[in-house]
Structure formats: C-alpha cells, structure tokens
C-alpha cells in the first residue's frame, strides 16, 4: 500500500484545509485509518483516526474543529481542519495499519500544513 498526502499548504489563522491521503494497492488487514502531525522539535502525535467499523477519535486539541472522514470508493482519507491556529502548524502524515499486527503499517511522505498570519 502507498499513501500520497495533499492538500497542504499555507493559511492564516482562522481559516480552513482539507488534507487528502489516496491509497493505491489494498491491505485487506488495515483496520485503522489515521492522521498524526509533527512540529518542528515536537514528536509525532496522534491528531485523528477512524476505525473499520466507522468509528472516529480525535485528540483533544482538535476535536470541535477538525474532522476525519474516508471514501471507500476512492480509497481517500480526509481531514477537514477548520478554525485553524498557529499550534497547528506542523508535517501532517497519513497511516494506515493494523492495530494488532504491527507489520501492517504504512506512512505516507507527510504534507506541511503552516498556519501563519
């Protein structure tokens, strides 16, 4: 499986960006999808994910402001951020795994997402 992120970009606070992470090739084992970020210096966190059965969670500093989605049919993640603030500037990196299986785990290359006035 390969994970191309896009979407990235740079906005002023306050406003808005849908990343994208289109998958080429299946893992039948994948059974979780997510987004994790890393700040310059910082380590990589856990931002949003979505489980098979449709379940999401996100990280506290986001909930209420960003949303994880995926289309089935095109084999895309997405992450709708809105209200975006400078602490949200950061790599942003698609993964899909298997959360019992820890050779399941693919990483796309990461978009930069920086919020600046």
């Known amino acids: 499986v390969q994970l191309v992120e896009s979407g990235g970009g740079l906005v002023q606070p306050g406003g808005s960006l849908r990343l994208s992470c289109a998958a080429s090739?299946?893992?039948?084992?994948?059974?979780?999808m997510g987004w994790y970020r890393q700040a310059p210096g910082k380590k990589r966190e856990l931002v949003a994910v979505i489980i098979s059965g449709g379940s999401t969670n996100l990280s506290d500093s986001v909930k209420g402001r960003f949303t994880i989605s995926r289309d089935n049919a095109k084999n895309t993640l997405y992450l709708l951020m809105n209200s975006l603030k400078p602490e949200d500037t950061a790599v942003y990196y698609c993964?899909?795994?298997?959360?019992?299986?820890?050779?399941?785990?693919?990483w796309g290359q990461g978009t930069q997402v920086t919020v600046s006035s």
């Open positions: 993964n899909f795994r298997n959360v019992f299986r820890s050779e399941t785990d693919y």
């Open positions: 090739g299946s893992d039948s084992s994948v059974n979780s």
